[in-house]
């Protein structure tokens, strides 16, 4: 990568941000009341707070990078393996593109 093309990408992206998004008692009702399994409720949450914290006011929608999710649960395959056992109604996502999928979480 150039050094050009870094500095232009810290540009769009903005400044770095430090703090951790915690879910409110309501929202984590919320999550529970779909009676997903451990495992998937893990995500869910995980899911809804990469969802707040990369939320821009001016669009419903988030890109998530389904790679770097599965990593950080700890599998390469962790996306894969839940996605489907999620609860109809918690996310709506479009088509991916390269392993990166826009979606919309409703918390």
Do not use: C, H
């Amino acid at each position: 990568m150039l050094f050009d093309t870094a500095i232009a990408d810290a540009l769009v992206l903005g400044p770095l941000r430090t703090e951790a998004v915690v879910l409110s008692d309501e929202e984590l009702q919320k999550i529970k009341a779909y009676g997903a399994d451990a495992k998937t409720e893990r995500l869910m949450i995980t899911l809804a707070e990469y969802y707040i914290a990369n939320k821009e006011p001016d669009s419903d929608w988030v890109l998530i990078p389904r790679t770097n999710i599965s990593a950080y649960l700890g599998s390469a395959t962790y996306m894969e393996s839940y996605e489907d056992k999620m609860p109809e109604g918690f996310m709506e996502k479009k088509s991916e593109m390269g392993g990166v999928s826009a979606v919309r979480i409703t918390i």
